[in-house]
């Protein structure tokens, strides 16, 4: 079971889009549920899509499942998961630990401190409690490796079991589609009014959050306007689609900056709304390049921007700030250009280079192909698919409050002989026997092997 916390439907924000790709590749190995949040309103799947509305229906789905795979606030909220004997799939792809500094900064530091506190002890827990973690990056990875060692999890059996570790948490960034996009209908030039069928196009592909900077954008813009008539900029989303996500102040400081540098709606343009998941291929395909601008701080370091990965699915050229693992890719592998964080001027010349150097368009268009083969769901979802067929607990602990998690009381796996530690993932014989056949008749002798090796490093 996949235990989204974001609106699933026609709309939808990168953590549902990242569920729902989750489980339509899973959906092709194994019988998965997609458990949501709102009322089902799409089409019937590869896989089953249930509505749970609380506690209680939620625990009616954890109870039909063998693994779980939820994000760390869904964990914290419903202890129907904690308090269960199945493997659990942490996807902590986004720091939100990090995240909450940005997104609070504007609060008083008292409340600060108090949305902090909390979240401190979510991510704790769910460090703590966890068989198998996902995040986006390597440079994610090296981050939740520290934190992990701090609770214990990084312990000598750990290391002798895997000596990598990619048992314990591995890389699953965001991906792309197979198939490339295909443009359905006419929706930006020549429709919007003030955006013609020549002009250059660049997109801001996802919403206006406080950890980007999208009043230097607004301000290049500004000064790009000043020498060219042709060049555009959209963006493709303000309102969120999930109506318990706030809507953050900087949204109406860059609409209000627009107006005030005199180019909202003739060089600037808002989506007031949010786009459709499956329209979304006609706002890419009519634009020309991709851009996302953001402060430099702790939050873009370890970052994934997600909404880029759109861009390279729809082979636009990037215009990215540095210091996100993503704007490396872009550096890397020459998919476009990168600047300075706040550097207005720079940024104005990046967007003029990128629309009037056509052999450097072309070239970087070129290494998108490339690149975007790396990306594709079925390629990063690997790990998952790994654990899930042979699925390994990689932890005995105590059960233990949430508050007491941070006080370093973790117990290494291997202390089966102190009578206070309590193994969570105890297995009866019927799951072991059918784990047994599942094995022999799905993957053959080697992963009967594997599994029962597996069964009885554990075990004994």
Known sequence: M???DDIVSKEMAGPAIRVW?????????????LAIPNQVDLPEQTFKIVQYKDRSSLRELVDISDIVLCGGMTFSRYDCIRNSDKYIIMDIY??????????????????QFEVYKTIHVNVNE??????????????????????????NRVNPYSFNQDPQLRGLI?????????????????????VVNGINENDFLIIWGGGIYNWFDPLTLIKAMAEVGKKREDIKLFFMGVKHPNPQVKELQLVNDTVNLAKKRGVFEKNVFFNFGWVEYDERQNYLLESDAGIITHPVHIETRFAFRTRILDYLWADLPIISTKGDSLSEIVELNKLGITVGDGDVEELAK????????????????????????????????????KFCEDPLSSAVRKKLRPDQIHTGTMVPYGAENNSNITKVRKKGPVYIIKRFFYHLFRSGLKKTLQFSSNYIKRNK
């Open 2 to 4: 996949i235990v989204s």
């Open 21 to 33: 790709n989750f489980a339509k590749i899973l959906a092709e190995k194994m019988n998965v549920i």
């Open 94 to 111: 986004d720091p939100y630990n990090i995240a909450t500094l940005a997104e609070y900064r504007n609060e008083t530091i008292e409340r």
């Open 126 to 151: 769910m460090l703590y409690y966890g068989d198998f973690y996902i995040c986006a990056s390597e440079r994610q990875r090296d981050f939740w490796l520290g934190m992990l060692s701090a609770l």
């Open 170 to 190: 591995d890389v699953v960034p965001f991906g792309l589609p197979d198939a490339k996009p295909v443009h359905t209908k006419k929706v930006l030039k020549g």
């Open 350 to 385: 990046a967007i003029i280079k990128i629309a009037d150097d056509r052999d450097f368009y072309e070239r970087c268009k070129h290494n998108i192909r490339s690149i975007a083969k790396k990306y594709t769901w079925e390629k990063v979802c690997e790990p998952i698919i």
